[in-house]
């Protein structure tokens, strides 16, 4: 069995602040961690992926994530916001047994202010 | 970019009458996923697809809901009768076995049922 939770629904920065999204998962096998971003009324974006090499992952758009077994967890960071990144970040994981689904988190909206 | 492609983009419809989603995956995945995302569940898996097989439709309504891969250009999923209650954005996924590079996801179909 696999879960997701996202420790935060909403996340407000100014811009030019760094972005920090929290991401605990649960998993059974050896995961596979991913982090989405949706912009509204868009579909979803990968930013990044993490699949048993460096625990240090960089996406695009500037945002790295890092996997931290001992603390199950996978946050998404960004030194800079920019206002194009306001949106709603989904993590998600999948184990590594060759039958598994995405199961995603219940997402973090991320609000930038000027 | 390859993508993954979903008509219609959107769709209006009565309670009642038949709605049908097709996906075309990218060529060369052998992975498909049908999510639906509404503000209440978030997304929600609906059907799981390797190498045009069912693997897990466990989250499909099935008395109303059915989703097949006639080949490995599309996947289909349909709704008869459709209900108000089934309307969200309905996203489809591609990717390869293992999940380690990812997946990719179109543009959703947003069906509202009236």
């Known amino acids: 069995a696999q879960s997701v939770t996202q420790l935060d629904s909403h996340v407000s920065v100014s811009e030019g602040t760094p972005v920090l999204l929290r991401c605990n998962y649960s998993s059974s096998y050896s995961p596979s961690l991913f982090w989405y971003v949706q912009h509204p009324n868009k579909g979803l974006q990968l930013l990044l992926k993490y699949t048993s090499a460096a625990t240090l992952v960089k996406g695009i758009n500037g945002f790295e994530a890092e996997f931290k077994k001992s603390e199950t967890s996978f946050h998404l960071t960004k030194p800079s916001a920019h206002m194009s990144d306001a949106a709603e970040y989904f993590c998600?994981?999948?184990?590594?047994?060759?039958?598994?689904?995405?199961?995603f988190g219940k997402g973090t909206m991320l609000l930038v202010s000027p | 970019d390859a993508r993954v492609t979903q008509t219609p983009r959107d769709k209006v419809t009565e309670m009642g009458q038949e709605v049908t989603m097709r996906c075309q995956p990218i060529l060369g995945h052998n992975t498909v996923f049908w999510y639906r995302q509404t503000m209440m569940q978030g997304l929600e898996l609906l059907a799981y697809?390797?190498?045009?097989?069912?693997?897990?439709d466990s989250g499909m309504p099935k008395d109303r809901f059915s989703a097949e891969m006639p080949d490995a250009t599309l996947a289909t999923l349909k709704i008869q009768p459709s209900e108000p209650r089934d309307s969200a954005v309905y996203f489809c996924?591609?990717?390869?076995?293992?999940?380690?590079?990812?997946?990719?996801f179109g543009s959703g179909t947003r069906l509202t049922v009236v």
């Open positions: 998600v994981v999948s184990d590594a047994s060759g039958y598994s689904t995405l199961t």
């Open positions: 996924a591609s990717g390869l076995e293992g999940a380690s590079m990812g997946y990719t």
């Open positions: 697809f390797r190498n045009r097989a069912p693997l897990d």
